[in-house]
């Protein structure tokens, strides 16, 4: 049996995400988990979980006014969110009503 050139693990599974289209749903994961870092803990709090399908982000918010004033701020934080995550994964933030 002839040897081949050895690859990391970590490189074996880079490979099988992008052949497989699952890196864009890790990214989609990725934005979600750090939804509480952009808006902050507190605010993050009165929120429900965001959900992601498709690059759109959906976030619950039960408050009227609160759900107003991040649609007000929806480009600076989807622009904050793809530029911690280093790309364009987010193309849009709805915010409901929950």
């Known amino acids: 049996m002839e040897r081949k050139e050895s690859q990391?693990?970590?490189d074996i599974l880079r490979l099988?995400?992008?052949e497989n289209c699952m890196q864009d749903r890790l990214d989609e994961r990725r934005a979600v988990q750090i939804w509480g870092d952009v808006v902050g803990r507190q605010l993050a709090m009165q929120c429900r979980r965001p959900d992601v399908a498709e690059g759109v982000m959906t976030v619950g918010v039960a408050n009227a006014a609160l759900r107003h004033e991040l649609t007000m701020s929806r480009t600076k934080l989807l622009n904050e969110i793809n530029r911690q995550l280093g790309k364009d994964?987010?193309?849009n933030i709805r915010f409901v009503g929950c």
């Open 8 to 10: 990391s693990i970590g």
């Open 16 to 18: 099988a995400f992008q």
């Open 89 to 91: 994964v987010i193309s």
